[in-house]
């Protein structure tokens, strides 16, 4: 079992930065894929970045490449995005989720799921 929290969202203005926390418990171990979601109203959920059980390995949908970074830090069982460059289309609630084995884009491919955070970006 995982269990997954975020916290760092807020309302930023665009062109502005935010930093998501995910801390993780339970079983978090290198072989656990850690990935970042997010779901605004009406639309469906969206992958937005991976990174492998290592941290050695990120992938990055193409709405985040450049502009988003997603790291870990297995001593302390957190992942962090870092979100520049906001635009007033990122606005969603943002989730944490993680699986075991490799990174994948597919939403239900991960078994645990955080609670979530809203992330406001205005124009």
């Known amino acids: 079992q995982v269990q997954l929290v975020e916290s760092g969202g807020g309302l930023v203005q665009a062109g502005g930065s935010l930093r998501l926390s995910c801390a993780a418990s339970?079983?978090?171990?290198?072989?656990?894929?850690m990935g970042w979601f997010r779901q605004a109203p009406g639309k469906e959920r969206e992958f937005v970045a991976g990174?492998?059980?290592?941290?050695?390995?990120?992938y990055y949908a193409d709405s985040a490449k450049g502009r988003f970074t997603i790291s870990r830090d297995n001593a302390k069982n957190t992942v962090n995005l870092l979100m520049d460059s906001l635009r007033p289309e990122d606005t969603a609630v943002y989730y944490c989720?993680?699986?075991?084995?490799?990174?994948?884009?597919?939403?239900?491919?991960?078994?645990?799921w955080g609670q979530g955070t809203q992330v406001t970006v205005s124009s």
């Open positions: 989720a993680a699986k075991v084995g490799r990174i994948v884009s597919a939403d239900r491919a991960y078994d645990y």
């Open positions: 339970g079983r978090t171990a290198s072989s656990v894929a």
């Open positions: 990174v492998s059980g290592s941290g050695d390995n990120t």
